[in-house]
């Protein structure tokens, strides 16, 4: 079962143009700094905003399994008895309670991305699939591929490339761009920080571009994780001994929009407290001449 978590709609960072981009739930790694915390799991997930609760218990008396306590701290879940029915979030007045992950049909999603052709047209937009991974769900990603691909709507798959290379060699002919993150080039520090080796990362960077496929390396640049020289001048040369035609590369510079959504979930950020920050516009210049050295154009955003 395929769930999306959300849909973007005027986007102009997932790709060319403006896009509408589809948030599919489920993610292989567990980054640590992580932008899209509640598409991590591939399960529904309840989210709780405090400050927007007016304690008027319209969920408490909605709730089948009586799971939902008001209290001096606001609603209180019982994760043993919830269902994730979503029945409080439908009588929630004021969106303090919000449900992550909806299954929609192929059809139901083709007529929302239909909707954005105008914008998609004027500007030379179209459809991202992002996540999570959306590679974690090659049948509906390939239907909606391909239905895109009948209606000439350029398609864009954001992704981690942490998945089995069959299922990128299916994709990709089906895709016209992809974005594929970086995050760094030690697979020991990879696995810790992203819970997982990048051996299989890279190896499906260099299958898309030995296949002539179409792509962006996107590197989220955090200082203590992965802006040293060291990282980026091995992220270089191992993208400029790749047969790939673009040779772009954009740097995400870390900033802390996740906090509030772990707070939602009732989970923390960071727990382990360990050192991120924004890097400074030195380093950013400094990444951008190194990849610069090796013939790749850097651009930072994010």
Not at 134 to 146: A, G, I, K, S, V
């Amino acid at each position: 079962m395929s769930l999306v978590f959300d849909i973007k709609r005027y986007s102009i960072n997932d790709g060319p143009g403006i896009r509408i981009t589809i948030f599919l739930k489920g993610c292989p790694l567990s980054c640590v700094w992580c932008h899209n915390p509640e598409g991590v799991a591939p399960e529904k997930e309840k989210l709780y905003t405090k400050k927007r609760c007016i304690g008027c218990s319209s969920c408490v008396m909605r709730c089948p399994e009586k799971a939902l306590k008001l209290t001096p701290d606001g609603i209180i879940t019982d994760r043993a008895l919830c269902t994730l029915c979503g029945s409080c979030a439908e009588v929630c007045p004021t969106g303090a309670i919000e449900i992550s992950g909806t299954v929609y049909t192929v059809d139901y999603l083709m007529n929302e991305i239909e909707k954005e052709t105008v914008f998609m047209d004027s500007s030379g937009g179209g459809v991202t699939f992002c996540g999570g991974e959306p590679l974690m769900h090659p049948d509906l990603l390939t239907e909606l591929l391909q239905r895109c691909g009948q209606l000439h709507i350029h398609r864009a798959v954001d992704t981690s490339l942490h998945i089995n290379p069959l299922i990128v060699s299916r994709i990709a002919p089906l895709t016209d761009l992809f974005l594929v993150d970086l995050k760094m080039m030690d697979t020991e520090k990879h696995l810790q920080y992203c819970g997982a080796h990048n051996e299989l990362i890279l190896k499906n960077i260099q299958l898309l571009a030995e296949n002539g496929n179409d792509f962006v390396i996107r590197i989220p640049l955090i200082e203590g994780i992965n802006a040293d020289e060291r990282n980026i001048t091995a992220s270089a040369q191992f993208l400029s001994h790749l047969p790939w035609h673009r040779k772009e590369v954009q740097l995400l510079t870390y900033h802390e929009v996740a906090k509030p959504k772990h707070e939602k979930l009732g989970s923390i950020y960071n727990p382990d407290n360990i050192p991120m920050s924004k890097p400074s516009e030195e380093v950013l210049q400094r990444c951008i001449e190194i990849f610069g050295r090796f013939g790749i154009s850097a651009s930072t955003g994010g």
